[in-house]
């Protein structure tokens, strides 16, 4: 075909000439009226040009192409309209646009017709669609790209192209993809150095593109020229087993495998795609590319564009480190900074039976109180709550699923002042009104109670939770477990998952949640009502509670007895932090008429339980028949 370059051949001319000869060329071509559009062979000969439209048609008869830029003669013209030069270009697609222009029809033989035009939005260049063999459709009316058409290759024989219709939508594959190599597998270079793999046919041409990008920046003149062995899985996670095992043999032979899959730590399909190539590559081949934060994938990073995308890639390919679990961590890999960087800090607690096995209420734990029915767990945890409010600032998130809501907020006022709970719902003037007020100021307020009583799903309440830390509650209060789960099918599993969720939840967010549950009745010979010693077997899902429980404590006494009704003794059945467990020295001793718990170190639970035997041994009289026995000792 020749071209009309007879212009190169005329007198030298200076370069104003030059430029106002251009520039009647442009003023006559737009004098022209423009009267059709056909394929231009230059484009094509490219593998370009797959509309069929580049050349435009004047009424001289004479053509020009803007892509090329060249122009044509009108014999030029009238060849390239030829339906030979054009049979692709004006083939009809059945619509005018969107979706129904695919060609539904298209054959492996049809394929070469479709140019490498490479990807604008994703930045991936003409050049590199060639390297890869990936071609594009166009609308015929618009000229809007339609879809990408990725060559699979058994060894070096083409068998398919897998269709993706843009944006993403995947198309009935045009050949047959079945029993094919991974994508580019036929482009690997057999040197066995580097293989670097991906999830997508685009991320494999958008790290060929910054790898490319990286080499050319060396003065080494062998990186500037080397070619970087990458492929992709062809259809994700779902394939991934398949696809690495049917080329285990050829990757094994490799002396690094880089493993550049979509963010394994913000895609799901991605973990399990790496999860695939851990269990068949292994781990002693296999570095890890790690992406910035939330970007998913090679052309995300290509996206960002100019040399910020190849400084990133860069840092992603030599900072690449051999793959271990994420939750293994490799002791060279620390320093000592990071091994301090978490100081723990407990703040103090409102009694010494508490305070001194506990060391404090440390964030990011889960304490859990048990007792009896009647045996004041609920005024524990009230002036627990109090006391974190008052001394450390801390907000308290309510969730008393026993009473009504105005109760709870009834009881935080009544203690604040020292007055029984009882007492102050009997007659709210028993405290003036300016305490009143002071103690909504300075501790309702700094609180947030949530609305509702019974039952609850375990899904809906740990949204609570979240919510109430979301707003700043640095202490939950959840009284109690046991009501959560209350009229389940199977209340012991329940009890596992929601203490799991907790678990899961206070081991990566800075808050404490203070919980209670409820015990077992248990043997009627062993009445924790009437002193006995509570022990973990006797906790309702008593497993979770003492596995997933930071720490658990117990509230034991005589609830019932006419001396020692108001003591109650403390028992640690596990502290996680300091390890100490059993019986505290003291006890704590409620005041009916201030709602209030005092510490009391000098009496002790075996004491105690001596003083109620001697009484008891005392008071009793021994009954002979049906009358007692009056006779004087």
Same mark, same amino acid.
């Given at each position: 075909m020749i071209l009309n370059n007879a212009h190169e051949f005329e007198e030298a001319i200076s370069p104003s000439q030059a430029s106002k000869k251009r520039t009647s060329r442009r003023a006559s071509r737009k004098r022209e009226e423009i009267v059709g559009n056909t394929a231009c062979p230059a484009c094509r000969e490219k593998g370009g040009d797959s509309t069929g439209n580049h050349m435009m048609i004047f009424e001289s008869g004479k053509g020009y192409c803007n892509r090329c830029p060249k122009h044509f003669t009108k014999e030029e013209v009238e060849a390239a309209k030829k339906p030979q030069a054009s049979r692709r270009a004006r083939k009809s697609y059945g619509g005018s646009s969107g979706y129904n222009n695919y060609n539904k029809g298209l054959t492996l033989d049809d394929m070469p017709h479709l140019g490498f035009s490479g990807d604008k939005l994703r930045g991936i260049t003409a050049e590199t669609d060639r390297r890869f063999g990936i071609r594009t459709e166009f609308d015929t009316s618009s000229g809007r790209a339609l879809a990408r058409y990725y060559p699979y290759y058994l060894e070096d024989e083409l068998y398919g192209y897998k269709m993706r219709k843009l944006p993403k939508d995947w198309g009935a594959a045009v050949g047959t993809l079945n029993g094919t190599d991974m994508f580019a597998w036929n482009l690997l270079s057999g040197k066995y150095q580097v293989l670097l793999i991906v999830e997508g046919e685009e991320d494999c041409a958008s790290l060929y593109q910054l790898h490319k990008a990286m080499n050319f920046r060396s003065t080494n003149r062998r990186i500037k020229r080397s070619e970087v062995d990458v492929v992709s899985l062809p259809s994700g996670a779902k394939g991934a087993h398949k696809a690495l095992l049917h080329h285990i043999e050829e990757i094994s032979r490799y002396q690094k495998v880089f493993w550049a899959g979509d963010n394994y730590k913000i895609d799901t399909e991605g973990k399990a795609c790496l999860e695939a190539a851990v269990q068949i590559i292994g781990v002693d081949k296999l570095y890890i590319m790690e992406y910035p934060d939330r970007?998913?994938?090679?052309?995300?990073?290509?996206?960002?564009?100019?040399?910020?995308?190849?400084?990133?890639?860069?840092?992603?390919?030599?900072?690449?480190?051999?793959?271990?679990?994420?939750?293994?961590?490799?002791?060279?890999?620390?320093?000592?900074?990071?091994?301090?960087?978490?100081?723990?800090?407990?703040?103090?607690?409102?009694?010494?039976?508490?305070?001194?096995?506990?060391?404090?209420?440390?964030?990011?734990?889960?304490?859990?109180?048990?007792?009896?029915?009647?045996?004041?767990?609920?005024?524990?945890?009230?002036?627990?709550?109090?006391?974190?409010?008052?001394?450390?600032?801390?907000?308290?998130?309510?969730?008393?699923?026993?009473?009504?809501?105005?109760?709870?907020?009834?009881?935080?006022?009544?203690?604040?002042?020292?007055?029984?709970?009882?007492?102050?719902?009997?007659?709210?003037?028993?405290?003036?009104?300016?305490?009143?007020?002071?103690?909504?100021?300075?501790?309702?307020?700094?609180?947030?109670?949530?609305?509702?009583?019974?039952?609850?799903?375990?899904?809906?309440?740990?949204?609570?939770?979240?919510?109430?830390?979301?707003?700043?509650?640095?202490?939950?209060?959840?009284?109690?477990?046991?009501?959560?789960?209350?009229?389940?099918?199977?209340?012991?599993?329940?009890?596992?998952?929601?203490?799991?969720?907790?678990?899961?939840?206070?081991?990566?967010?800075?808050?404490?949640?203070?919980?209670?549950?409820?015990?077992?009745?248990?043997?009627?010979?062993?009445?924790?009502?009437?002193?006995?010693?509570?022990?973990?077997?006797?906790?309702?899902?008593?497993?979770?509670?003492?596995?997933?429980?930071?720490?658990?404590?117990?509230? +034991?006494?005589?609830?019932?007895?006419?001396?020692?009704?108001?003591?109650?003794?403390?028992?640690?059945?596990?502290?996680?932090?300091?390890?100490?467990?059993?019986?505290?020295?003291?006890?704590? +001793?409620?005041?009916?008429?201030?709602?209030?718990?005092?510490?009391?170190?000098?009496?002790?639970?075996?004491?105690?339980?001596?003083?109620?035997? +001697?009484?008891?041994? +005392?008071?009793?009289?021994?009954?002979v028949g049906n009358s007692f026995n009056n006779k004087a000792v």
């Open positions: 970007k998913k994938d090679m052309s995300d990073i290509l996206k960002i564009g100019g040399e910020d995308a190849i400084d990133i890639y860069s840092e992603m390919y030599f900072g690449a480190k051999k793959y271990s679990p994420s939750d293994i961590i490799d002791g060279k890999d620390l320093e000592l900074a990071d091994i301090e960087k978490d100081v723990v800090v407990g703040y103090s607690l409102p009694f010494p039976n508490l305070q001194d096995p506990m060391q404090g209420m440390r964030l990011f734990e889960h304490t859990i109180l048990t007792s009896s029915a009647g045996s004041g767990k609920s005024s524990l945890i009230t002036a627990i709550a109090h006391h974190m409010s008052t001394e450390h600032g801390w907000m308290v998130g309510n969730i008393f699923l026993e009473e009504k809501v105005v109760k709870s907020q009834q009881r935080y006022i009544a203690y604040d002042n020292s007055v029984a709970l009882n007492e102050y719902r009997k007659d709210f003037g028993i405290i003036p009104l300016e305490d009143k007020l002071k103690t909504k100021a300075e501790i309702i307020d700094n609180m947030m109670f949530l609305d509702h009583s019974g039952s609850i799903d375990p899904d809906v309440l740990m949204n609570k939770i979240r919510y109430l830390v979301a707003k700043g509650c640095k202490l939950i209060i959840l009284d109690h477990i046991s009501l959560v789960v209350t009229g389940s099918d199977d209340e012991r599993k329940d009890i596992d998952t929601l203490l799991e969720k907790i678990y899961r939840f206070v081991e990566h967010t800075p808050v404490h949640i203070l919980s209670v549950v409820h015990i077992n009745r248990g043997d009627s010979k062993k009445d924790v009502s009437k002193g006995a010693e509570i022990t973990p077997n006797l906790l309702r899902g008593s497993q979770s509670i003492i596995q997933l429980g930071f720490s658990v404590g117990a509230i +034991e006494g005589w609830n019932e007895d006419e001396d020692y009704g108001n003591t109650r003794f403390i028992r640690w059945l596990k502290i996680r932090e300091t390890g100490t467990l059993g019986l505290t020295k003291g006890c704590l +001793e409620y005041n009916t008429k201030t709602g209030r718990f005092s510490y009391n170190p000098s009496l002790h639970k075996k004491d105690v339980e001596a003083a109620i035997k +001697e009484r008891d041994k +005392e008071d009793f009289i021994p009954k």
